[in-house]
Each structure stands twice: as C-alpha cells, then as structure tokens.
C-alpha cells in the first residue's frame, strides 16, 4: 500500500500550488481520501476530503472557496488545487485513504477513521 504525495514547495501569498496523491496497492474505488496538513508545533488537521466516487466533498472552513479537491478513478489520483494561499497554510501536506467512505458533505471525517497515509509534502505560503 503506497500513497504518495508530491507537489509541495514554496509560494507567495496570494499563490497557488497543486497537490497530488498518487495511490497504489489496495482498491482506490473503495476508499475516501482526504487531505491533511500539520504546521510546525501544532496538531495535524484536516483540509478536505472526497468520498469514493467522488460525488461528496468537504473542506474545512478556512479554506473554503480557495481550495478545490478532484479524484480520477481511473488514474488513482486525488487533487488538491490550492488558490489564493496564506502564510497560516505552511505545513506539511498529507493524503490518506478511508475506508469507511466517510467524506460527508456535511461533515468531515477525522484523522483516525484514516487506514493508510503517504509521507507528506511541504507547502511554505511566504508572507
């Protein structure tokens, strides 16, 4: 099982950047991924998610409207599209896969409903 994610780097305020997470060895279909990220000496926390087909998604409140997540079902792929970034978005960046399929619209599942993580990428928002 593998998921990895890439795209991270350095942008200015106001940037964009997009995140991908490449899955492989298990069933993609079958599981919700979501996005989470961890800031330097802060708790991890989520960002998005889409459930597994793709037709449910969530973010959190403060990046809502500048953040859009996408899946490709056929490519193993979920997107993280990343608009009009602030500095408070530095962290690393992970995806995770959930195999309860539990990306709601009305709610988003926390980190420990997750079954598999990739290893992160680094997003830095200079001010």
């Known amino acids: 099982v593998q998921l990895q994610a890439s795209g991270g780097g350095l942008v200015q305020t106001g940037g964009s950047l997009t995140l991908s997470c490449a899955a492989s060895?298990?069933?993609?279909?079958?599981?919700?991924i979501g996005w989470f990220r961890q800031a330097p000496g802060k708790e991890r926390e989520g960002v998005s998610c889409?459930?597994?087909?793709?037709?449910?998604?969530n973010y959190r409140g403060s990046v809502r409207g500048r953040f859009t997540i996408s899946r490709d079902n056929a490519k193993n792929t979920v997107t993280l599209q990343m608009d009009n970034l602030k500095p408070e978005g530095t962290a690393v960046y992970y995806c995770?896969?959930?195999?309860?399929?539990?990306?709601?619209?009305?709610?988003?599942?926390?980190?420990?409903?997750?079954?598999?993580w990739g290893q992160g990428t680094l997003v830095t928002v200079s001010s």
């Open positions: 060895g298990f069933t993609f279909t079958d599981y919700a």
């Open positions: 995770a896969a959930d195999v309860h399929n539990l990306c709601l619209k009305a709610a988003m599942p926390t980190d420990v409903y997750y079954d598999y």
């Open positions: 889409i459930n597994k087909s793709g037709g449910s998604t």
